[in-house]
């Protein structure tokens, strides 16, 4: 017997992104609406967390209203509302949990907490889906890769949702971190990974190499108890200060500061007029810093993948818009016969759709939100 269509209304507050979506049955993005702060946070280079509040709390309402519309729908006509628990900014995250409660018991929904973490690798499952595509085989193994997270899980449905094994992460900085943090040393603007990403392809990523920390996982001394099953974790800091000391060793410090003059008086940032501010030397430096990037992730996902007898890989997250990251995981993974999955660019960074998504079979299980629901900024993903 075909089951009834559920309209979920998802919501997404966790970190410079408010945003809206209405996804049917997990499968059917209905609308999909994000307010992007980047106007706001981009001159200081980075998020800054009471301004991230102040603008969530400001375009929240409006967003909302946006997915109905978009959607058709209206707050009567939707079965259910899910907003992100964690984890996040604790004030971000704060927004969102207070509006999804207060509009919940308003409406008499039922409520749905999301780990944003999960929220990510749905987005994947749900374009899938949405392609037809429902014969993803199992183990499932996702790489969550984003301005907050480097992470790898296990992932597996059961009778009452998804349950996921965490089996690497980052030891220090995400890699989307690293991306935004060289770029804002190199005066490139911010977000730092979608620019990183188009300068790139002008420089020559052989003509100046960064070795990658490879993590060793047992230091010596270290008494904690080892982990049951191996671990690949990532280090990211150390690349981040490796390309400070070659700008500092190379003499480069004055071309930065005149490029950031030169991008302030112009007062533009697009991709055209920052490459037409960076000489050769930057583009190798880029090239070199992405490369490094791509090829530690793929390298190490691929060994947990091996190690794990994984049979379908997903990657998501905002570094999973990376073009050089999607190749290189496309052929490497083609290689050992292992299919990888990346959903859109628009659901590759933070949205709501993925929210939405993710709800749906804790929808089915009854997995609802208590009426003391609050957000938990270091949510783990279990
Ligand atoms: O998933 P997301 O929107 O937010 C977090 O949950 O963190 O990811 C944002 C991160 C930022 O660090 C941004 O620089 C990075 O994703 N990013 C990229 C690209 N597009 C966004 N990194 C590399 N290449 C890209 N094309
Ligand atoms: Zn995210």
């Given amino acids: 017997m075909p089951t009834a269509p559920v309209y979920i209304l998802g919501i997404e507050s966790s970190c410079d ?3 809206a979506a209405v996804v049917r049955s997990g499968e059917q993005v209905i609308s999909n609406a994000v307010a992007s702060q980047i106007a706001t946070h981009l001159p200081y280079g980075g998020v800054v967390p009471e301004l991230a509040s102040r603008e969530h709390l400001r375009a929240i309402v409006p967003i909302v209203r946006k997915a109905l519309e978009d959607a058709g729908q209206n707050y009567r006509s939707v079965d259910a509302l899910a907003v992100t628990k964690g984890p996040g900014l604790a004030g971000a995250l704060l927004v969102g949990v207070s509006y999804a409660k207060a509009l919940a018991f308003a409406l008499d929904k039922p409520l749905i907490a999301v780990n944003h973490l999960e929220g990510h690798i749905h987005a994947v499952l749900l374009e ?19 301005g907050g997270h480097t992470h790898l899980y296990l992932a597996q449905p059961q009778a009452a949702g998804w349950t996921y094994e965490n089996v690497g992460h980052t030891r220090d900085d995400a ?23 188009k300068l790139a392809k002008h420089g020559q990523a052989g003509a100046i190499r960064f070795p990658i920390a490879q993590i060793k996982h047992r230091q010596r001394g270290d008494k904690s108890p080892l982990p049951e099953r191996p671990h690949f974790d990532f280090s990211y800091s150390g690349l981040k200060t490796a390309v400070l000391r070659y700008v500092e060793t190379h003499g480069m410090s004055a071309a930065i500061e005149r490029r950031r003059r030169a991008l302030a008086e112009a007062g533009k940032t697009d991709p055209e007029t920052v490459l037409a501010h960076c000489d050769r030397e930057t583009l190798d430096l880029v090239a070199g810093f992405q490369r490094a990037v791509v090829d530690d992730l793929v390298a190490k996902t691929l060994a947990a993948a091996r190690e794990y007898a994984i049979r379908t890989l997903f990657v998501s997250g905002g570094v999973a818009a990376n073009s050089e990251l999607r190749t290189t995981f496309e052929a490497s993974a083609a290689q050992e016969g292992l299919p990888v999955h990346f959903p859109s660019r628009p659901l590759s960074t933070d949205n709501a759709a993925m929210i939405a998504a993710a709800a749906y079979p804790k929808f089915l299980a009854r997995d609802f939100a208590p009426p003391d629901l609050s957000a938990e900024a270091s949510l783990p993903l279990k």
């Fill in 128 to 146: 899938e889906r949405q392609r037809g595509n429902y014969e993803i085989e199992f183990p499932l193994m996702t790489l969550v890769v984003s």
């Fill in 17 to 19: 992104e408010t945003a």
């Fill in 175 to 197: 890699a989307g971190e690293a991306f935004d943090k060289v770029a804002k040393l190199l005066a490139l603007g911010y977000p730092g990974g979608p620019i990183v990403d």
